[in-house]
C-alpha cells in the first residue's frame, strides 16, 4: 500500500514556474514506476509526465516537453514536477500515482495509487 500526498500547487501567472512534490509513504517507493498526470476543467485526466524506479528514463506528454521536468528522489520517498513556462492552458488538478508494472505507461488505468490533487492556475 502507498499513500500519496502532492503539495506545490498555486496562481502563477503565464510564463512562471512552478514545482509540485509528491510525498509517498512506505518502504517500497522506489520499485513503483511513477507519474503524473492532470485534469482540467470540462476535460478528462491526461497523462504528464513518468519515471522510471531509478530515475534513469523519464517521458512526457507532447504538450509539456521542454516545459516540464519529472524528478524522483527515492531516498525521501518524493517524486517533482518542475513546471516552467506556464500557459493559462496547463490549469488543472495535478495528480501523483504509482504504478506496479514494469513497463513504463501513459495509461490512467495502469497506475494503482493516486494522491488527492493539487490545484495549478496558470492566468493570461
Known amino acids: 500500500q502507498v499513500q500519496l500526498v502532492e503539495s506545490g500547487g498555486g496562481l502563477v501567472q503565464a510564463g512562471g514556474s512552478l514545482r509540485l512534490s509528491c510525498a509517498a509513504s512506505g518502504r517500497t517507493f522506489s520499485s513503483y514506476f511513477m507519474g503524473w498526470f492532470r485534469q482540467g476543467p470540462g476535460k478528462e485526466r491526461e497523462f504528464v509526465a513518468g519515471?522510471?524506479?531509478?530515475?534513469?528514463?523519464?517521458y512526457y506528454a507532447d504538450s509539456v516537453k521542454g516545459r516540464f521536468a519529472i524528478s524522483r528522489d527515492n531516498a525521501k520517498n518524493t517524486v517533482y514536477l518542475g513546471m516552467n513556462t506556464l500557459k493559462p492552458e496547463d490549469t488543472a488538478v495535478y495528480y501523483c500515482?504509482?504504478?506496479?508494472?514494469?513497463?513504463?505507461?501513459?495509461?490512467?488505468?495502469?497506475?494503482?495509487?493516486w494522491g488527492q490533487g493539487t490545484q495549478v492556475t496558470g492566468s493570461s
Open positions: 500515482a504509482a504504478s506496479r508494472l514494469t513497463i513504463p505507461s501513459r495509461r490512467s488505468d495502469d497506475y494503482d495509487y
Open positions: 519515471i522510471t524506479y531509478s530515475g534513469a528514463w523519464t
